[in-house]
């Protein structure tokens, strides 16, 4: 419930961030433009909270499914594996693009 009111406020950040105060029109930012906002340390931070809030939320909800189709305790213990390391995974391969597009600006 928490990751899903985070999610609901970071998300509303990033839209509006990314699609409501852009000068450009249209509504999208140019390359050098994402590169600006990235390399803002506030920016950064929302949006590597937003990248950790989101596939959390997303892997707990995919756990969650799988547990309700009727898994046993090793089946379990396996799908909360599997969950842990799909979110490691996913957390430092978009944590490394996000680093790389702030350290380019």
């Known amino acids: 419930m928490l990751s899903g009111l985070a999610l609901l406020v970071l998300a509303a950040i990033h839209m509006v961030a990314h699609h409501f105060v852009v000068e450009e029109v249209g509504g999208l930012r140019t390359y050098r433009q994402v590169l600006d906002y990235i390399a803002s340390p506030v920016m ?23 547990l309700d189709l009727g898994a046993g305790p090793r089946a379990r213990r396996r799908i909360d594996a599997a969950m842990w390391i799909l979110g490691i995974l996913t957390v430092g391969y978009g944590m490394f693009l996000v680093g790389t597009l702030a350290s380019r600006a």
């Open 44 to 66: 950064f931070t929302l949006e590597s909270a937003f990248l950790v809030t989101v596939t959390a939320h997303a892997l707990m909800g995919v756990r969650n499914v799988l």
